[in-house]
């Protein structure tokens, strides 16, 4: 199964400022990405998916990520964020080697919006 | 459309009790997974099911058993809780073919506590 580490647990911000979620996964062949949101006491949402083609992927609510395959790293940057974007943010991965697609995930990076 | 609903949202049980986890989805998907969530280790799979009729084991199967019902509705049961068991469960579903194929679309989660 994948590895996949997000290096922050935590990540205070103020309002408007830009912010950036580090993900690294750990299998260098090709992989599915993706990001989840999970709003307070809801379910995950996507927010955007790398399958193929350009590095950089833009998703919904301004977030856009970038796949470095070198580094194997799936950043998610946005750059000012709102009160709303408080929530935890999940790093995916998929092997696209199987008929599945199972998700390997992150532990999660709670992001905490201040005004 | 309602997307995948689960039921119910809020569980407390005593050490060796049983109960079943409900999970429904009206997007006509192939593929339905169970996930738990504990904090500051992400979700986890359970059991997955390709397609009605099949049964996979996930990460961590101990103290569980799933059944899929028919296309639509996928449940998993606790035959005997133990506190290990205290966490948020969430069922997914995923499309076989389309756009969207390698997106899971997620429920609003079962809060279960086990005392």
């Known amino acids: 199964a994948q590895s996949v580490t997000q290096l922050d647990s935590q990540v205070p911000v103020f309002e408007e400022a830009p912010v950036e979620l580090r993900c690294n996964y750990s299998?260098?062949?090709?992989?599915?990405l993706f990001w989840y949101v999970q709003y307070p006491n809801q379910g995950l949402q996507l927010l955007l998916k790398?399958?193929?083609?350009?590095?950089l992927v833009k998703g919904i609510n301004g977030f856009e990520a970038e796949f470095n395959k070198s580094q194997t790293s799936f950043h998610l940057r946005k750059p000012s964020v709102h009160i709303s974007d408080t929530a935890e943010y999940f790093c995916a991965v998929s092997d696209p080697g199987g008929n599945d697609y199972k998700l390997s995930f992150g532990a999660g990076t709670t992001v905490t919006v201040r005004a | 459309n309602a997307g995948v609903t689960q039921t119910p949202k809020f569980q407390v049980l005593k050490t060796g009790q049983s109960m079943t986890l409900q999970c429904a989805q009206d997007m006509n998907h192939n593929s339905m997974y169970w996930y738990r969530q504990d904090p500051g280790m992400g979700l986890r799979l359970i059991y997955y099911?390709?397609?009605?009729?099949?049964?996979d084991k996930g990460e961590v199967p101990n103290g569980y058993n799933v059944s899929r019902l028919n296309k639509r509705e996928f449940s998993l049961r606790l035959e005997s809780a133990a506190p290990s068991q205290t966490s948020v469960y969430f069922c997914?579903?995923?499309?076989?073919?389309?756009?969207?194929?390698?997106?899971?679309?997620f429920g609003p989660g079962t809060r279960l506590t086990v005392t």
């Open positions: 790398y399958l193929s083609g350009s590095t």
């Open positions: 997914a579903s995923r499309p076989r073919s389309g756009g969207t194929l390698y997106e899971q679309y």
């Open positions: 299998s260098s062949v090709s992989v599915y």
């Open positions: 099911s390709a397609s009605e009729g099949t049964t």
